[in-house]
């Protein structure tokens, strides 16, 4: 058995919230079909000769980039509330088993190899 003290833990936690940061940054990619850039024909106001003749649809619609973007949005909050629900229970078995892992390695000392 190891011990564990309190700086030991997997730090999942952390990551769990950055990936909500990252699902929250990337559902925000979303909001440009709610702007004026999708709704006001913006785009092809800022269309200037040296561009070419590009020419945009007058609202925008949701093509398979965005279903990919809505797909993977759900992925990192899925990702984040697993990582911080497994830190949680991973810190409640060490309080519940006195800061002792039980199946841990029973190595007091570091390996060393002799050559």
């Not at 990936?19 to 269309?47: E, H, K, M, P, R």
């Not at 006195?98 to 050559?115: N, Q, R």
Request: charged share 15%; aromatic share 6%.
């Amino acid at each position: 058995m190891r011990n564990l003290n309190k700086s030991s833990t997997s730090g999942w936690d952390v990551y769990g919230g950055l990936y909500l940061l990252v699902a929250i940054c990337q559902g925000l990619t979303l909001l440009i079909f709610n702007s004026n850039a999708c709704n006001n024909d913006v785009l092809n106001g800022l269309n200037t000769k040296g561009i070419g003749s590009l020419l945009f649809e007058d609202r925008c619609r949701m093509a398979t980039g965005s279903k990919i973007v809505i797909s993977a949005t759900s992925f990192w909050v899925a990702a984040g509330l697993i990582s911080i629900v497994t830190h949680f229970v991973e810190k409640k078995e060490i309080v519940d088993n006195g800061g002792v892992i039980e199946g841990g390695s029973d190595l007091t000392e570091p390996l060393t190899a002799a050559v």
